[in-house]
């Protein structure tokens, strides 16, 4: 029973990476972009850094497992991502619909880290815990940041519309 336990485990290891790679690329995509939200980029610029740090300790917990990650999978994700960053950018308000898609992603990856930590617990990885914790600390931190911030992302998109300035990005 325990090696099914550790299977499932390492495949959630395998596809919380993949994530992160498709998190780096979405918001790599969206830097490129945000001239006029200065703001988002310092904030974005710091959570890419901490997603590849996230990306890191998985590869770090993988190789503790005696595995690694599925460049498939990383390569499928990566283009998921740049194409939904892509995706909003002919849209007037991309800032808006990036905000969104920021926050929902947010809470994926808190919700893929949560069932990390069970699957952790029923691998018996009891090393894991303390660096899945972390990463999820991060991603609550920036979902937060996501959240107290749409109202003035909002706010300041529809005032520049307004004024008729470049307001999307």
């Known amino acids: 029973m325990q090696e099914s336990y ?3 485990y390492i495949t959630g290891l395998v596809n919380a990476r993949a994530l992160e790679v498709q998190a ?3 918001m790599s995509r969206q830097l ?10 310092s904030v974005l610029r710091k959570h890419v850094a901490e997603t590849e740090q996230q990306r890191d300790r998985l590869d770090q917990l993988l190789q503790a497992q005696g595995t690694s990650h599925s460049s498939f999978k ?3 994700t990566g283009v998921m991502g740049n194409m939904a960053a892509m995706g909003h950018v002919p849209m007037q308000d991309e800032i808006i619909k990036n905000s969104l898609a920021n926050y929902a992603f947010e ?3 808190i919700a893929s880290y949560k069932s990390l930590l069970t699957l952790a617990d029923l691998a018996g990885d009891t090393q894991a815990p303390s660096v899945l914790k972390l990463s999820l600390s991060e991603e609550e931190r920036m979902a937060q ?3 107290d911030n749409l109202d003035a992302i909002t706010r300041k998109y529809a005032s520049l519309r307004a004024q ?3 307001a999307g990005i």
Not at 32 to 41: F, H, K, M, N
Request: include cysteine; hydrophobic fraction near 30%.
């Open 164 to 166: 008729g300035e470049k």
């Open 107 to 109: 809470h994926f990856e």
């Open 6 to 8: 550790r299977d499932t």
């Open 32 to 41: 490129d972009r945000l001239q006029s939200y200065p703001e988002v980029e």
């Open 145 to 147: 940041w996501c959240e």
């Open 24 to 26: 780096i690329e979405l």
């Open 74 to 76: 990383d390569f499928v």
